[in-house]
């Protein structure tokens, strides 16, 4: 079992930028996919990317290619997001979550096992 805990958020004016960080508890951490998502007011949560247990493979929602950067520290039980050139409409609660399994359906929330609390983004226009 693992926890995570989400911290990094806040408010950003549009073009800026912010990085997530995602704690994970546990000795297992680099035995587990992570991803992040988010869901905004009124929305249903969306994938935003994605990293292997491997380190070998990441993947990005098209809204965020070029833009947003996953990454892991496998030695600090971490991951992150470095979001730059935010926009608007990148305004939601983000999530970090890690899986165990085969992750056949990476972008899928019900791929996922656990679940951060959540960070919130805020970005003006």
């Known amino acids: 079992q693992v926890q995570l805990v989400e911290s990094g958020g806040g408010l950003v004016q549009a073009g800026g930028s912010l990085r997530l960080s995602c704690a994970a508890s546990?000795?297992?951490?680099?035995?587990?996919?992570m991803g992040w998502f988010r869901q905004a007011p009124g929305k249903e949560r969306e994938f935003v990317a994605c990293?292997?247990?491997?380190?070998?493979?990441?993947d990005y929602a098209d809204s965020v290619k070029g833009r947003f950067t996953i990454s892991r520290d496998n030695a600090k039980n971490t991951v992150y997001l470095q979001m730059n050139s935010l926009k608007p409409e990148d305004t939601a609660v983000y999530y970090c979550?890690?899986?165990?399994?085969?992750?056949?359906?990476?972008?899928?929330?019900?791929?996922?096992?656990?679940w951060g609390q959540g960070t919130q983004v805020t970005v003006s226009s």
């Open positions: 979550a890690a899986d165990s399994g085969s992750w056949v359906t990476r972008r899928r929330g019900s791929e996922y096992d656990y």
């Open positions: 990293f292997s247990r491997s380190g070998g493979f990441t």
């Open positions: 546990g000795r297992t951490f680099s035995s587990y996919h």
